[in-house]
T-cell receptor
Framework: ETGVTQSPTHLIKTRGQQVTLRCSSQSGHNTVSWYQQALGQGPQFIFQ???????GRGNFPPRFSGLQFPNYSSELNVNALELDDSALYLCASSAGVSGANVLTFGAGSRLTVL | RKEVEQDPGPFNVPEGATVAFNCTYSNSASQSFFWYRQDCRKEPKLLMSVYSSGNEDGRFTAQLNRASQYISLLIRDSKLSDSATYLCVVTKMDSSYKLIFGSGTRLLVRP
């Protein structure tokens, strides 16, 4: 059983650029959630995807967007990057949207915005 | 006010010590409670769930007090490998199931 994989692991961008982060969910998991973790903080919920639709969103601006594909993998897109977007971006998959399902996190993509 | 509050630490303890972490949460409608462990520059990993009746997993004991909206984690006989950041987590279920994380408490266990 493969776990959650994310790519790239590290990347550096400059202000105003756009970035796409990718996530492959764990085998058997159809739900993907994205979290942002700034240095010294806990992860913050960005949004969740279920059946290729956004299924809930945290307090993030519209320049944060996502997709989920038929194979349940997902992308996080961030436009017009700002310095404060520098963070670890974590993807977590689960076998549904019920609270009974345990989330499995990927190792994250570390974004630095200069 | 943050939804989940934790003392950031660091807690610096010798091997073999007992250490306790506390956390408070603001939303009385929170449904589930967890402690996660996060090693430096790694992803969070589930340490244990927390129940009102209390639960124990080896050297780790977690407790929930719903009336006080307070969660605790006790680590007995600390090991060097326990050095990590411990994240208190509550859940919120509306249109989606989301984890609300505290900022974490850093533990350093010294020889």
């Amino acid at each position: 059983e493969t776990g959650v994989t994310q790519s790239p692991t590290h990347l550096i961008k400059t202000r105003g650029q756009q970035v796409t982060l990718r996530c492959s969910s764990q085998s058997g998991h159809n739900t993907v959630s994205w979290y942002q973790q700034a240095l010294g903080q806990g992860p913050q919920f960005i949004f969740q995807y279920y059946r290729e639709e956004e299924n809930g969103r945290g307090n993030f601006p519209p320049r944060f967007s996502g997709l989920q594909f038929p194979n349940y993998s997902s992308e996080l897109n961030v436009n017009a990057l700002e310095l404060d977007d520098s963070a670890l971006y974590l993807c977590a998959s689960s076998a549904g949207v019920s609270g009974a399902n345990v989330l499995t996190f990927g190792a994250g993509s570390r974004l630095t915005v200069l | 006010r943050k939804e989940v509050e934790q003392d950031p630490g660091p807690f610096n303890v010798p091997e073999g010590a007992t250490v306790a972490f506390n956390c408070t949460y603001s939303n009385s409608a929170s449904q589930s409670f967890f402690w996660y462990r996060q090693d430096c520059r790694k992803e969070p990993k589930l340490l244990m769930s927390v129940y009102s009746s209390g639960n124990e997993d080896g050297r780790f004991t977690a407790q929930l007090n719903r009336a006080s909206q307070y969660i605790s984690l006790l680590i007995r006989d600390s090991k060097l490998s326990d050095s990590a950041t411990y994240l208190c987590v509550v859940t919120k279920m509306d249109s989606s199931y989301k984890l609300i994380f505290g900022s974490g408490t850093r533990l350093l266990v010294r020889p």
